[in-house]
């Protein structure tokens, strides 16, 4: 298995995807190729105390960088050299199995697509990552590729979803649910009430464990293992869990500082707090997948460190052996919706 | 100061509703009017201590109770007597100073819309509940009374906000802020995009203090005071911070569950955790104001207790003497959005 590394991507490169990559290279024993600025990469590999690149890690040097102010759809035309565009290329070639990168989210969207290709009759990639639920954990699909979205999209995005919640969570048959501002049929705006039936058929035909509508509080205490909405309301919802989260972390800091005996009191907690802590953490998760591209590309959090590089790396791995691509290329007759 | 109440709304009503009234009544030294069955309003009375019908305190009966799954659309032509039509007719009446109800969100948003009317040039009335963040308190509009907007009712609704910041939370020239899936301005679907260039205009003008796109990660930090969004994004939002706060109570509970040192733990820390619980339960913030209504429209959480009424009771008291719906009429010029 070989990894393919956008080096230059994020608020931290290259030092930490350098040093996340050689990690990630020993932990999860897999050959990585690292694209970018060659003296760049060399001299963050020397801070790392690599004075050789190691065996198993290899540079494909780049002149240029996706930068965030790129505009996404003409980047690739306009700097041919790019370590993200370099990197794509190499993945669509065959000289990697999986494609990762901490830059610009909208940028390797339209990369990935451009040149590594979505699966044929997939409308739209998707967005999906994994959110921490009261019981587990759930695939939210879309997140932010696809602000606008029509109902087959979201129908693609059902099936996407739960073949990933197959193949890289190990759920059996997962549950299905439609994001919506109430459980009950009517509710919403045209786009889920269309996609609804669209939903509710594929359910009762066996294709999909379709569970109905379901509100943004009952998925996240675990009512559903597949979370479908368009980008817009997809990226609200993890944005709010982010900053919930960073919210209740510095709620509870202030409690914990308050006194020597809260501080005492933090003491006795911390080992369950962290644990707390790292389920919201995404350095811990380590990237997002974008589904329906034709080969595993993984966006990893723009302010990424080397333990969120090493956590996508392996996530990476597991997504390229999870035979997801196939389910998809399997089942593409069953994702087409025809106006009747 | 009279406030007029559905005593048969939600799920707790009779018994819930009638004690937060009683005790609502003599803290914030309102009278109250009780709609509903009036023979359940009494016994609910005598369950909490009173035999007679106490001072300042004067039940409505009716014989109907609009049910959570009656159309909105139509309830209240086919029911006349009901707990929630009565009162909303008494409030346009001038029978009292502002109106609670804990029941179906659907019909008291159409009831207060056919019953007591928008201020005239209002679109829609939008649900505006105050939600925490790291810094203080944001207003949240709309959050589900209108799942699909155009630009106009955004515009309307950042004017709506930014008074109702002003006037019950006291900040002085609330920033306005567009929810969307990044700071940039080319982000989000049409209807973010047509909507920012009119609150820049009306920023430029000095009419609102508009900061521009914000994601919901940024409002949660504090990052404005005023969160102006469409009410399916706006549902999704709120439900997914009451999510992840139910989540991360659950969570604490069982770290500090865990043993007896984490008990003593719990302990120690027990009243900045109260504290911390309480920024994120419903029944201490009481309800969310309906804002566009020419009269104080207050729904309770379908799930109130006694506290969460009481709580209600004075949110509506102070609903009714902020002068925001004066600070509406006097702006509404503003407010239109003419295509040019």
């Not at 393919?4 to 995807?17: K, V």
């Not at 050299?81 to 999986?98: C, N, P, Q």
């Not at 602000?147 to 759920?171: D, H, M, N, W």
Request: with cysteine; aromatic share 4%; charged share 25%.
């Amino acid at each position: 298995m070989r990894i393919i590394i956008d080096a230059m991507g994020g608020d931290n490169a290259p030092l930490e995807i350098v040093k996340g990559a050689l990690a990630g290279q020993k932990r999860w024993g897999v050959d990585i190729v690292l694209t970018g600025d060659e003296d760049a990469i060399r001299s963050a590999m020397k801070d790392c105390g690599a004075d050789e690149v190691p065996r198993g890690v290899e540079i494909v040097g780049t002149t240029e960088t996706v930068e965030m102010c790129d505009d996404p759809s003409t980047v690739f035309r306009r700097k041919k050299d790019t370590s993200m565009g370099v990197g794509l290329t190499a993945l669509r070639d065959g000289k990697g199995d999986a494609f990762i990168s901490a830059g610009s989210t909208g940028a390797l969207l339209t990369g990935a697509t451009l040149l590594v290709k979505r699966v044929r009759g997939i409308r739209r990639a998707a967005m999906a990552p994994v959110i921490p639920t009261t019981t587990g954990k759930a695939v939210l699909i879309d997140c932010g590729a696809n602000a606008e979205c029509t109902p087959e999209y979201l129908v693609q995005f059902a099936y996407l979803g739960s073949f990933y919640a197959k193949r890289t969570l190990g759920i059996d048959n997962p549950r299905v649910g439609l994001l919506n501002i109430g459980a009950e049929d009517s509710k919403g705006t045209d786009l889920q009430k269309e996609t609804l039936q669209w939903l509710q058929k594929a359910g009762a035909e066996g294709h999909l464990n379709f569970i109905g509508n379901i509100e943004a509080k009952e998925a996240i205490k675990g009512g559903c293992d597949v979370i479908v909405t368009d980008g817009f309301s997809g990226n609200v919802m993890l944005k709010s869990i982010e900053g919930i989260g960073s919210y209740a972390g510095s709620a509870l800091k202030s409690i914990f500082k308050k006194n020597l005996l809260t501080k005492l009191a933090a003491l006795l907690v911390m080992p369950g707090l962290n644990d707390f802590k790292s389920q919201l953490d995404p350095n811990k998760v380590g990237g997002t997948a974008f589904i329906g591209i034709s080969k595993p590309v993984i966006k990893a959090h723009g302010s990424s460190n080397a333990e969120a590089i090493e956590n996508a790396i392996l996530q990476a791995k597991e997504f390229a052996h999870s035979g997801i691509i196939d389910d998809i290329e399997q089942n593409i007759d069953l994702m087409k919706v025809e106006k009747e």
